[in-house]
């Protein structure tokens, strides 16, 4: 039964650590898309910055377009990646769940084995003290 249990309890161990690799991961990935946002949010103010200053600078315009374009099309990427280990971790936090309760299945089927053989081994004392009671009455 300790061998199950024990094997169970890596099998455990080891989903909650996969569990934990993608959710540095998905932090990582949030870390990402929130850079992707100050870059927006840093091309629009050097854009807005160049179509107000004296001189318009078309090619420069352009490029922050560009740019812009650019960040636009990696922040739907980067949401759309977000999405899928969202969808990862929830399926590995269900699978955590399982392993979780089927070593604390085998825990509590464990616990009730030992109160069983020691609930056995207090009847089979008790019956020996009454045997030898019972003997040492008998020869007095």
Known sequence: MQVV???REKELEARQMEMAKILSALNAQKEKLQSIFY??????????ALSTSEELDVVMVQMHQSYALQLTTDAVNQERIIANTES??????????????????LKKLKEKQEQEYYKEFLNSEAKEIDDITSARFRFQ
């Open 5 to 7: 249990l024990d094997m």
């Open 88 to 105: 990862i971790l929830k399926r590995k936090q269900q699978e955590v769940l399982e392993a979780h309760q089927k070593v604390e299945v």
């Open 39 to 48: 870059a927006q949010e840093d091309n629009k103010n050097k854009l807005e």
